[in-house]
């Protein structure tokens, strides 16, 4: 059950999972793995943009088979995580601050390869699967008009409606990705953590970001960023 109640005055962490949380993308390798001939074709298209993501996502993932699915998730469990994530959620419960996970792609997917670790999220926001059929379906409580899950209605979600220049109200939040689907997030966040594809997304936009490689890093920059105010003071 996610709570969505927000306090303005306290950071929210909002952080991508493929290629960000998880080493490898994730989804990318079910497909390939599980509806080979379907991924060959689509993802192309996905690539030269011809078309949007959430319907060529939804192609990828309508074309496994629903028993199939138990395969995936073992898939999931297999795939190594970024190195200092259980380190950082120690650290943002010290600080009393919430980890959002806003991912593209599949919600059991995500939960696997967390394993222990996905109750330490407050929310794991993805797209999730229906496997009564003879191939998977899809539903996402955030599509948008080009993504499956447009990852600023869930940040709205929790922030409140954005204000008239595309901000929000708080100035505390923090956005973590990889890739074209994390750039609006990236853009609107006043804190923002980026590596891979997603930096030079920001570079060419002149959005100033941390790059990182391991969550050791987003944990030590967000410490030395939410340093006590009476510590500053005091040098
Ligand atoms: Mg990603």
């Not at 190195?83 to 943002?92: I, K, V």
């Not at 009564?132 to 955030?142: H, M």
Request: net charge negative.
């Amino acid at each position: 059950m996610t709570n969505f109640s927000f306090d303005s005055q306290r950071p929210i962490v909002f952080c991508d999972f493929d290629g960000t949380i998880a080493c490898n993308d994730v989804l990318v390798l079910a497909c390939e793995a599980f509806a080979p001939e379907v991924t060959a074709r689509v993802m192309p298209q996905l690539y030269s943009l011809e078309l949007p993501l959430r319907v060529g996502v939804r192609q990828l993932l309508e074309g496994i088979p629903s028993d199939r699915y138990a395969d995936m998730l073992d898939l999931a469990r297999s795939q190594p995580l970024r190195p200092g994530l259980r380190e950082t959620f120690d650290f943002l419960d010290s600080r009393g601050v919430d980890f959002v996970v806003v991912s593209g792609g599949v919600c059991g997917l995500v939960e696997a390869a967390l394993g222990d670790l996905a109750d330490r999220a407050v929310g794991i926001h993805a797209a999730d699967v229906e496997t009564t059929g003879e191939f998977l379906r899809v539903r996402s409580e955030f599509e948008g008009e080009v993504e499956l899950v447009d990852k600023l209605s869930v940040v709205a979600r929790y922030l409140g409606a954005p204000l008239l220049d595309g901000g929000f109200a708080s100035d505390r939040w923090v956005a973590i990705g990889d890739s074209v689907t994390d750039l609006n997030m990236a853009l609107a966040a006043p804190t923002t953590f980026a590596r891979s594809r997603l930096k030079s997304y920001l570079d060419e936009r002149g959005k100033a970001y941390t790059p990182f490689e391991t969550f050791f890093d987003v944990r030590d920059r967000l410490a030395q960023l939410w340093r006590e105010p009476a510590l500053t003071a005091a040098g």
